[in-house]
T-cell receptor
Framework: AQKVTQAQTEISVVEKEDVTLDCVYE???????LFWYKQPPSGELVFLIR????DEQNEISGRYSWNFQKSTSSFNFTITASQVVDSAVYFC?????????????WGAGTKLIIKP | GAGVSQTPSNKVTEKGKYVELRCDPI?????LYWYRQSLGQGPEFLIY????????DSGLPNDRFFAVRPEGSVSTLKIQRTERGDSAVYLC?????????????FGPGTRLTVL
């Protein structure tokens, strides 16, 4: 069973629009970590955020914000006032507790296209 | 350098040849990971090192793939008798200590093309 689902394969918006990328995860562990990475056309995976399962506070960093809801097993990512430079593939990933397999479990990614 | 570095950035080889891909992690990071990423997909785990030892090599697809980290820093991923299906971007990442608690930072990857 897929553990990290990014249902949106590709999203295209016009610059300055707000856009939300969805991430739904599945785990039986009570301790886990969720991540978002950005992969621009250059190919390098860039770390954006890490959230542990005990911290449900939403996070804001500039134009980026993350909404973590354990009740729906979701960790959604919103870009406000999008810019062309935000165009990239965005990956959500899950890391489960120390007793479990520690590999990052990746979603399939959402390709975000910001049109000028 | 400050980040994870990988060499070469691109490698083109012929089917059946041997290749080595190198990863230089962030200084002081004890954990090192290799992933493989095919076009349009997320990274696929290959192997994880804690220090000099391979803590988990369950992601290596077959015995043609091997990786070493002899001094607990630089790692080399070795692929014997390459096949066209091995073509992918090979990503290396490192983290400070434990993989489940520490963020993994990625290098730029090596794009391997097997003709």
């Amino acid at each position: 069973a897929q553990k990290v689902t990014q249902a949106q394969t590709e999203i295209s918006v016009v610059e300055k629009e707000d856009v939300t990328l969805d991430c739904v995860y599945e785990t039986r562990d009570t301790t886990y970590y969720l991540f978002w990475y950005k992969q621009p056309p250059s190919g390098e995976l860039v770390f954006l955020i890490r959230r542990n399962s005990f911290d449900e506070q939403n996070e804001i960093s500039g134009r980026y914000s993350w909404n973590f809801q354990k009740s729906t097993s979701s960790f959604n990512f919103t870009i406000t006032a999008s810019q062309v430079v935000d165009s990239a593939v965005y990956f959500c990933a899950l890391s489960e507790s120390e007793d479990s397999n520690y590999q990052l479990i990746w979603g399939a990614g959402t390709k975000l296209i910001i049109k000028p | 350098g400050a980040g994870v570095s990988q060499t070469p950035s691109n490698k083109v080889t012929e089917k059946g040849k041997y290749v080595e891909l190198r990863c230089d992690p962030i200084s002081g990071h004890t954990a090192l990971y290799w992933y493989r990423q095919s076009l349009g997909q997320g990274p696929e785990f290959l192997i994880y090192f804690q220090g000099t030892g391979a803590a988990d090599d369950s992601g290596l697809p077959n015995d043609r793939f091997f990786a070493v980290r002899p001094e607990g820093s630089v790692s080399t991923l070795k692929i014997q008798r390459t096949e066209r299906g091995d073509s992918a971007v090979y990503l290396c990442a490192s983290s400070l200590t434990r993989p489940s608690t520490d963020t993994q930072y990625f290098g730029p990857g090596t794009r391997l093309t097997v003709l």
